[in-house]
């Protein structure tokens, strides 16, 4: 499985995450859950400063075994690859390839895969209301001109 630091310079750092087919491998250990299979955060491995996310793989018939909510962070699932639910404060969302689901810190939530698929998503955790500038109101438009030196 590919799961390492490609590039890594003063203003960015790449990652390889591996094929869609090789996240199940990931795992992390979370204490008093033990080990969670599937799941990998990047926050440490790619140096996040404003956000953290995490590279999901649910198996069929699997679910986080807990209800959880957040301090701070609100959350956004985004569906890759499957079809699942995601329950939050009681209320079950059917979701799949293309949904995606923001949750406010104090939603309790958790999910499962209820199909016969791997489900796949990514999850990005981030302080609420902290986002003031975004998108190209963010954007500092650089007078270099675009070269690609390998032509297609």
Request: charged share 20%; aromatic share 8%.
């Amino acid at each position: 499985m590919t799961d390492t630091i490609i590039k890594k310079r003063a203003n960015f750092t790449a990652y390889e995450s591996g094929a869609l087919k090789e996240w199940p491998e990931h795992t992390v250990d979370i204490p008093g859950l033990g080990e969670i299979p599937g799941k990998r955060f990047l926050k440490d491995a790619i140096e996040f400063t404003g956000c953290e996310i995490s590279l999901n793989s649910m198996t069929p018939g699997a679910g986080m075994p807990i209800y959880h909510q957040h301090q701070q962070n609100e959350e956004v699932y985004i569906f890759i690859q499957g079809r699942g639910q995601i329950q939050i404060d009681g209320e079950a969302i059917d979701v799949q390839e293309g949904t995606i689901v923001r949750i406010s810190p104090k939603g309790k939530r958790t999910s499962r895969n209820n199909s016969n698929g791997p489900l796949l998503y990514i999850i990005i955790q981030a302080r609420e209301n902290s986002l003031t500038q975004y998108g190209l109101g963010d954007a500092i438009v650089a007078e270099n001109k675009v070269n690609w030196s390998n032509k297609l």
